[in-house]
Every structure is written in C-alpha cells, then in structure tokens.
C-alpha cells in the first residue's frame, strides 16, 4: 500500500473520553489494552503526522441520543453502552453537558479534531460507517487509501475496516493505536481483531512504520 497525501487519509474511530479516558465509563475493560499499547500517545503521534504532512484526518464518532433507547433489540455490547449511557448526549442539535462527558474528545486530542480542518462526520450507530457519511465525506475529497485507528480494536474499528475494503478503499490499520476489551467471558477483543486484521486489512503498520511512511 503506497501511502501519500494526494489520495490518502487518516480515519479515526471514536476518540472519546468513555473509551480513552481513566475516567471513562469503558476504562475497566478497556484500561489494559490502552495502556500496553500506548494508545493514546500513538493517535497523538499520527494526528501531528497527519497535520504536519497534509494528510486529511476524519473522525467517525459513537453518539447515543435519548430517542435511541427506543430500540427493540440490542446485541450484547450495545445492551452494555446503554446501561453505563455510553457516549450518551443530551440530543443532535444540543451540546448540553456534552464538554467533558463520555461522549466528548478526549481533551488532548481537542487541538487537533477541533482545528477547523478536521472531518467530523455523523455518528455510527452500532458499529460500522454503514449508519454515517464517512464512505460519502471520503470520496468527495478523492480519498482512496485510509490509515486507520481508534476504538475499540474488535469492535468499531474491524466493522470500519471491513466496509471500506467492501468499499473498494485500500486500508492499513495501525495496530498500536487502536485497543480492546477483555472480558472474562468473551475473551480478549485486542488478540481477536489482530488476527482479523492480518487477513483483512492492506497493511497493519506499527505506529512507527505509519508515521515514517507518512513523511
């Protein structure tokens, strides 16, 4: 995969509190991973990549407004978004509450998603870009190649992989800037979207390897 800025962009997946944050209602499950991987610090690191190098950076947030909790049928892991009010918001036309709630950026990344030239695209719903316009903000920029991260590595981050590549895009995942969950029933989510990724994605890159490539 030949990675330049003329067709290639960085996609990252859910940069918010409840998932990358100490204090996050996500932390327990996800904390570990995060932590081993150094995740938050290598999204940093491809964001002032991506930044310094002219790279287009879109984020596919996870937004659940109160009408969503009138949905009839959940799988397990929406059940578990609900009950904890996972990246909860008060509405999509309000931001009430939402600075420093579960569902906002984390703060460190806020200089960068908030720059005027980053992406934000409609939320997803589930899982994958499927329910948002990520597939339609991507191709009117003539993007065809996405480097991508984010959370949570077997979850929101496979199912973005797995339709962009049925979107025809070529995608590299970076594989120490995503994370996953653990769970003492369902197993490790981290170990499990690695093994996915090797037979899905282009290329899975180290954060080094994405940042160099980038140059």
Excluded at 22 to 27: D, L, P, S, Y
Excluded at 73 to 96: I, Y
Aim: charged residues 20%; proline residues 5%.
């Amino acid at each position: 995969m030949e990675i330049r800025n003329s067709d290639t962009a960085v996609v990252f997946i859910d940069p918010q509190n409840d998932v990358l944050s100490e204090k996050g209602a996500n932390w327990g499950a996800v904390g570990a991973s995060v932590t081993e991987n150094r995740t938050v610090e290598n999204m940093e690191r491809i964001f002032q990549a991506a930044k310094g190098n002219g790279y287009h950076v879109f984020i596919s947030p996870h937004y659940f407004f109160p009408t969503d909790s009138g949905w009839k049928m959940n799988g397990p892991l929406e059940a578990d978004e609900f009950r904890t009010r996972t990246f909860h918001r008060s509405g999509p036309l309000n931001l009430e509450g939402l600075a420093g709630s579960g569902a906002d950026w984390l703060e460190r990344f806020k200089p960068y998603i908030e720059d005027g030239k980053t992406i934000v695209v409609s939320p997803h719903k589930v899982f994958g870009p499927q329910t948002n316009d990520l597939v339609l903000q991507l191709r009117k920029r003539g993007v065809g190649k996405v480097i991508l991260g984010g959370m949570l590595a077997n979850m929101c981050v496979e199912a973005h992989l797995r339709d962009l590549v049925e979107q025809g895009f070529e995608v590299a995942v970076v594989k120490d800037a995503v994370a996953g969950p653990r769970h003492p029933v369902w197993g490790d989510g981290y170990q499990a979207a690695m093994i996915n990724y090797r037979f899905l994605a282009h290329a899975v890159l180290s954060t080094d390897e994405a940042v160099a490539a980038m140059r």
